[in-house]
C-alpha cells in the first residue's frame, strides 16, 4: 500500500532497543479500583499479569469468549487506556508514562485502529473519514484528498469517496475504517471484532484486506470469528484475563 | 509541525466544523441546533432593535423649534423650550421682539406663547389642543412644534399694541388636531374662550416633526390672535422668547441676558447639552440591552449547545482514537461554537430588520412618525456582539467537552 511520511519525531521510537512493536510486562487492568479513601468494593479485574510482544509483520489473532478482556487488552496495546499494574511499551516508550495527548500523538504517529462499530464520523464523506488523521498530521488538502482516495481505491471503494457512513453498507463502512486506519501508514493496526457485524462474505473480504495490511506491519486482531484465529499467523487466547499461545 | 503544515491543520480543522455544523443544522438533532442559534439571534436581534430605536430618540432633532439659536425664558420656566404651559411669563413680548430683530446680529426673534385651548369644532363638539402662537417670518416655519409656514409672516392684529388691526383667524393644525376636531383645510373652529365671536380658519394640516408632540392635538396661530383668545393681551404676555442670531457674539448673549430680569438664556449648545443628560435614558437601555443579550445569549448557548457538546461525545472519542489532539478537539468544539455564533448573528440582523420595521410600522401609525433607525455599523456591530456571545460560550463548552471525553469507552 502506498506511504504518506507522518510526524514520527514527537514520540521516542525505541525500537533500537527493543525489536518489539508491542511489549506487554505483568500488565493488568482493573475497572473501579479506588483511587482515594472511599472504597466501594466493585473492583473488576479485567486482565491480570499479561505478559506478550508483538514482533514487526507479524499477525496476531486474539481470541476468548466474550468478557474475556480482549477488547481491554486491545485497547492498552493501542495506547488508548493505560494498565493499572504493569507496562505496555509501544514503540519502545511506556504508555502509562505518556499524558493523554502523547498518548494520541503515538496513535496518530504509529498506530491505527479499526473498531468493530467502525465509528466513522457520520456527517464526512467515506474520503472525509479516512483523511481526518491526515489533518492532524498537518498535510495538505490535496495530498490528504490524493492519499485517501488511493486508499478507498484499493479498499475497493472507488466509487464511494463522497458517500457519508449513513449512505454504505456495514461491510464498506468497515472497509473504510480499514482505510482510515492506513492512511498514517501505521506500525501497528489492531483491529477489534472487525467481522463481528457483518455477513460470512463480506467478512471474507475484510479478513483478505487485514492479511494484506499484515504484509509490511504487525497486526492485532481480537475476535470470535474462527477464520480470523486461522488467517493469523499466532494466535493468542484469552482466558479470564489470562493470556495463553493457542 | 512546520507553519506551513499548521496551516493546514487549521484549514482543515475550519473544514471539518463546517462539515459537522451544516450535518448538525441539516440532520439528525438539528432542532437542537437551531435553536442554538436562534439563541444567539434573538437577544441579539433584540439588542439591535433597541439600540436603533435609542439612536432614533438620542439623534431627534435637537428642539422642536429649528433655526432659533437662543431661547429666553422666565427663570422657574427655563427648562423646556416648548410645551410647558407655566404661569411666570414675560410681558411687552413684541415689542421686545422687535428690538431684538432691529439687532444686526439677530436674524429672527419671536416671542411664543403656549396654552392649553378649549376648541369648538364644526360639528359643535368641543376638544382641547395645545395652541402655539408666535409672530411668523419666511425661513421660520420650523420654529413650532408642526411646520408653521402656512402662516404667512407679521403678526397684524397686533397693530402696535392696540389688538385691534385685521384678524387672520388663520390656524394650521397637527394632524393629530386635525383628525381629533375631525377637520380640513378650509374648515372653521372656533376657540371656547374667546369673549368675541372670533374664530379660525385652518389654513393648514403638518405632520408633527416630533413623536412625543404628535401625541397632542397642537394648533398654531399668529401671537396676538392667541393672546387675544386666551386674556393675555392685556400685558402681551408669551412664555418665551426665540431668537435666531446665526452670527451671534458674546454681546449678543450679553444683550439676550439684559432682556428681562431674571430671564434665563440658553443657547443651542446648552441645550443640546441638556438634552444629552435627558438622553442617558436611551443609552442606558442600549448598554442594559447589550449586556442582556450577551447574558441570555451566552445562557442559552452554552445549555442548548452544551447538551450538543455532551451528546457528542462519542464522535469526540473517536476523534482521540485516530490521533487527533486535545487541542484540536477543543479547537472543533470552539470553531462549531463560533460558527453558530455567526449564523445566529447573519440571522439577528434579518429578524432586527423585521422588527424595526414593525417597530416604525407602529410608531408611524401611533404618532406618525419612525422611531428606530438604520445605522449601517450596526450590521457587524450585531455580528461582533453575537461572536463575543460565542466566545464567552466557549469555555464553558470546553469544561463540557473535557469533561464528557471517554475514548477508552469505545467498542
Redesign the interface.
Known sequence: MSNVEP?RGRVADGRAESEAVIQCDSVSRVYGRSSGWLDDGNEVEALSEVSLSVTPGEFVGLTGASGSGK?TLL?LL?A??TPTDGHVRLLGSATDDLS??ER??L???H?G?V???F??????SAR?NV???????????RR?RERAESLLEEVGLGDRLTHRPGQLSGGEKQRVAIA?ALV?DPTLVVA?EPTGELDTATGDTILELLGAVADDRSVVVASHDPRVVEAAGRRLVLRDGEVTDG | MADGSRLARWRGLVGVAVIRLWGRLTAGRRRRTWLCVVGIAVPVALLLVVTSVSIGLATGPATSADGIDYWLTPESNASSAVTDVGTTRFAGTHATAARLSARDDVAYASPMLTELLAVEGPDGGTEYLLAVGVVPEQGYGSVTPVSSVQLSPDDPYYAGGSYDGRWTGSMVLSEAAAETLDVETGATVAPRRSASDRTFTVVGVSPPKRAGVSQFPVAVVRLSELQAVVGADERDAADRLLVAAPSATAETETALAATYPNAAVRSRGELLVERAADEQLPLAMAASALILSLTTGTLLVGTTFGFEVAASSRRRAILAAVGVSGRSRAALIGLETLLLALLGGYLALIVWAGGSFAANAVARWRFDTQVAVFEPWLLPAGVAVAVLIGLLSVPYLLFVGRRSAEEAGLG
Open positions: 510526524d477488547t485497547h493501542a488508548l487506556d493523554s495527548g494520541a500523538a496513535r496518530l504517529d498506530v485502529i473498531f468493530q462499530r465509528h466513522l464520523l457520520p456527517s464526512l472525509a483523511a481526518l488523521p491526515l489533518i492532524e498530521l498537518g498535510v495538505g488538502k490528504r482510515r498514517n477489534d
